[in-house]
């Protein structure tokens, strides 16, 4: 069977370490995080703009794609790839999370979910074999995750643990329905996803049924959705020693630069979130020296970059004055320079990991980016 990921290197002091994920549109090296491209873009910023913060794989929402524009024009144009003009890698998540945020428009049972659509109230079923057909025939995925059940917190323990055995058997589900047209060659990857809320004995067995069944990757679900942030982390680094070394981890959902390198030292490779750009859209800056809260009026005439030390466009062009002002004016162009700066911080952020990774240092760089990112 064709190897697609490969260790490179960890650190000799953690569990960091750096790999080689090949998928059907190109190889990434992890580390990595992954933009929030839910409805086939990333929020104000262009193709250009990502190529330019050398961004090598996106995230896109399976379900918000197949409410919005549907699969007919998806499939009719060739794909997502060439919807949306990206020749790089995308993950699709299957709308897991999704069906949690619509509580009051869902019904959930073994055979699948029904869901009124948040667009114009029309209503749909989802099975897991349907949704694997969907982000593998219609969107050409690269990575594809399965229709998972994720609970709220906090979560009863007899509730948590009819979602994991839901989600087990989904995954099963959705296995046997994408072994049966995997491609040969440069195939199309699965993951899978361990839900059991916060309760470690439900991951640990959701884990082992994963691992019976076999997928290409490992997603962690069902953090970062209420919980302390002990918890998470918690959570996070019990799971992780349970996931096997020779597949991508991948934890949904994450996305707080000090959660992510926490995440990196228990040995995760993938990560997404809505924060760089959602934080840059409400004018929060990222920088090596803290956030930054740009509608602050000490900004008004603080003609600096947002971060001295930052090469991207809006760094090398603009003030942070400047900014303030397209942001108290509400010109889309300040929430356009933000989340480009935000999504170039992010992926700098990767880099910087993976040398310190290869250089066994990466509890040292810890040590000294957040000694000085939260000061501010």
Known sequence: MHKIFRLIHQDNSSSARMGKLITPHGEITTPIFLPVATQATVKTLSNQDLFACRIEMLLANAYHLYLRPGGEIIKKAGGLHKFMSWPKPILTDSGGFQVLSLSDLRKIDDAGVEFQSHIDGTRYFFTPEEIIHFQKDVLGSDIMMVLDECVEFPCEKDRARLAMERTVNWALRSKKNFCAERLTVSPQLLFG???????????????????????????????????????????????????????????MGVGHPEDML???????????????????????????QGKILLRNAQYKD???????????????????????????????????????????????????????????????????????YLKA
């Open 302 to 372: 603080d003609f600096s970059p947002l971060d001295e030390n930052c090469p991207c466009y809006a760094c090398e062009n603009y003030s942070r004055a400047y900014i303030r002002h397209l942001l108290n004016a509400e010109e889309i162009l300040g929430l356009r320079l933000v989340s480009l700066h935000n999504i170039y911080f992010y992926n700098e952020l990767m880099q910087k990991v993976k040398e310190a990774i290869q250089n066994n240092s990466f509890l040292n760089f810890k040590k000294d980016f957040l000694a000085n």
């Open 193 to 251: 996803i361990v839900q059991g809320s916060t309760y470690l004995d439900l991951r640990k067995e959701c884990v082992e049924r994963l691992l019976e069944i076999g997928f290409d990757g490992y997603a962690v679900g069902g953090v970062s959705v209420g919980e302390p942030q002990d918890l998470i982390y918690e959570v996070s680094s019990q799971v992780a020693k349970l996931l096997p070394k020779d597949k991508p981890r991948y934890l």
């Open 262 to 288: 926490e995440a990196i030292s228990c040995g995760y490779d993938i990560f997404d979130c809505v924060v760089p750009t959602r934080n840059g859209r409400n004018g929060c800056a990222f920088t090596y």
